[in-house]
């Protein structure tokens, strides 16, 4: 919790002290109350905008708080935050007639600034359209992947530019070394993550040593450090994988670990699922392929004190719940634990054979759940909810730990029926593995 609220000062520090140098020192001119307010709309959204960057180049001991899936999240909803103050600070100069947005009388006398704030604000619109709709649009992750992060560059650079253009509150160079200094960090950590850490990655590569084929349209992708000793990861968490290619390819895909964490040769697996995009390339990677692994990240993993563990899984989210049962298997462990596994038939449940077998092995209860079960089945049927829990699992439903991992319909539904059996909401976890 301590480092969560550092980290939390530190973030609104990098917002608020530049807008604060700002009124530091000699003060421009003062202007009316609606010039002055979207000003200062569009200096806290460049802020804003510029701290994504930082957001995202995956540094573990700002991720590890909160887990990197509730850091892109709030990556997604605070960029659209930034982006309406940009939008909004020339939407009110418009309505309140300044006339720093009178037309020039030919092309030759438009301000540099005011090009420069066009570059920014259409990148910034441009950027918003495809985040959030790119499958509508029919856009590849990977094109869209690259084209986010020109113009989140075009849009932040863009924005300085238009600031400096302007120079109104900027006249002072200390401010104006300040900002571009600034902004020269924001960058510098893009190039962190596209230059310095696949440079780290280039020299502990894996290999692909068996491709194995699951159920339900899925595949299991063993990797073994290939001349290093590999990293050691906690049951739950998942890596970046780049699978064609070097490490300084834009484009890696987050997927889960499935293997048990007390591997002791750093082997490492991923169980992959064909969902007719990239994934369905999986099952024909070759053994002996090298690939690189970024990892591990995320804070879904076991280990706090609870009488037991009930693990919820939904589809593919199975994979980090078979890490943690292989782990606890392999570690002895002698605690209680429930699975309670959604899908839509035995067919298509991975694992199934596995689980079977870990259940006579270790203190494991599997409960499976189909949403279109076949003729003669006697077990559970339909959603996983309140009434399920109460079925199978014993009572003082407050003293287990409860991990979540499927549809994020599913996991809504899940917390809501958790709340309702007044589960304190330190006692669940979820991971969310939508990413964009």
């Not at 509730?70 to 659209?80: D, G, W």
């Not at 020299?203 to 699951?214: G, I, N, Q, S």
């Not at 699922?273 to 392929?289: C, M, S, W």
């Amino acid at each position: 919790m301590r480092s969560r609220t550092v980290w939390a000062a530190i973030y609104l520090l990098f917002i608020l002290a530049p807008l604060l140098a700002l009124l530091a020192g000699a003060m421009p001119p003062a202007r009316d109350f609606w010039t002055e307010f979207s000003v200062a709309l569009g200096y806290s959204g460049l802020a804003m905008m510029g701290l994504q960057f930082g957001l995202t180049a995956r540094f573990r001991h700002v991720t590890e708080p909160w887990g990197e899936d509730v850091i892109y999240h709030f990556h997604r909803r605070i960029s659209l935050i930034a982006v309406a103050l940009v939008v909004v600070h020339p939407a009110i100069l418009v309505a309140a007639g300044s006339e720093k947005l009178a037309m020039p009388d030919s092309v030759a006398d438009v301000p540099m600034g005011a090009v420069f704030a066009v570059l920014s604000l259409g990148s910034v619109v441009l950027l918003v359209i495809m985040a959030l709709w790119r499958v509508r649009l029919k856009i590849s992750y990977e094109f869209w992947h690259i084209s986010h992060i020109v113009l989140a560059v075009a849009a932040v650079g863009g924005g300085l530019l238009h600031m400096v253009g302007w120079g109104f509150y900027l006249a002072d160079p200390w401010k104006r070394a300040l900002w571009i200094c600034m902004t020269i960090f924001w960058i510098a950590l893009l190039f962190y993550v596209r230059l310095f850490k696949p440079l780290f990655m280039l020299r502990r590569p894996y290999r692909v040593t068996e491709v194995r084929a699951e159920r339900g349209d899925t595949t299991t992708l063993v990797m073994r450090p290939d001349g290093h000793a590999g990293f050691r990861f906690t049951p739950g968490q998942f890596g970046w994988l780049t699978l064609w290619g070097s490490p300084f390819r834009i484009t890696g895909h987050p997927f889960s670990f499935s293997s048990s964490a007390e591997a002791g040769d750093g082997r490492v697996e991923m169980t992959i699922r064909n969902l007719g995009d990239f994934t369905q390339g999986i099952a024909k990677v070759p053994v002996g392929r090298r690939v690189y692994l970024d990892g591990p990240y995320g804070a879904f993993t076991i280990g706090n004190p609870a009488d037991m563990h009930v693990l919820i899984a939904g589809g593919i989210g199975i994979t980090p719940m078979m890490s943690m049962i292989r782990t606890l298997a392999d570690r002895g462990d002698k605690r209680p634990l429930i699975l309670l596994y959604g899908g839509k038939d035995l067919a298509s449940m991975t694992f199934r054979e596995e689980l079977d077998a870990l259940s006579r092995r270790m203190d494991l209860t599997v409960v499976y759940v189909l949403s279109r079960p076949p003729a003669g089945w006697t077990g559970e049927t339909g959603y996983i909810d309140a009434d399920l829990f109460k079925r199978h699992l014993p009572p003082h439903y407050a003293d287990h730990e409860y991990f979540i991992c499927g549809p994020d319909v599913m996991m809504d539904a899940i917390e809501i029926a958790l709340g309702e059996m007044k589960v304190p909401i330190g006692k669940y976890h979820s991971e969310r593995y939508s990413f964009v």
